[in-house]
């Protein structure tokens, strides 16, 4: 299985972008799909997750399209403070997978 991310790129502040993450090869037993993202000189952390059903309120919200085993992140006021690696991760019952991340970089 592998996790295929694009979507990013440069936006102004104030703009939006969608990264997408989509899976390849069979993948069973989805427990979660998550955003992650890393900025300059930070730890990764956690953006917000979808248990397939839920979505996460405010700028971010995530989404799912389980016949294309893909998981969006649309990203609305997109802020200079954005500007990171954003990396897509779904778990299963049997392990997690991580994506090779997307570069967002929001300028002023």
């Known amino acids: 299985v592998q996790l295929q991310a694009s979507g990013g790129g440069l936006v102004q502040a104030g703009g939006s972008l969608r990264p997408s993450c989509a899976a390849s090869g069979s993948i069973i037993g989805i427990k979660a799909m998550r955003w992650y993202r890393q900025g300059p000189g930070k730890e990764r952390e956690w953006v917000g997750s979808i248990n397939y059903e839920d979505s996460l309120k405010g700028r971010f919200t995530i989404s799912t399209d389980r016949a294309k085993k893909t998981v969006y992140l649309q990203m609305n006021s997109l802020e200079p403070e954005d500007t990171a690696v954003y990396y897509c991760?779904?778990?299963?019952?049997?392990?997690?997978?991580w994506g090779q991340g997307t570069q967002v970089t929001v300028s002023s």
């Open positions: 991760n779904i778990e299963t019952v049997y392990k997690k997978y």
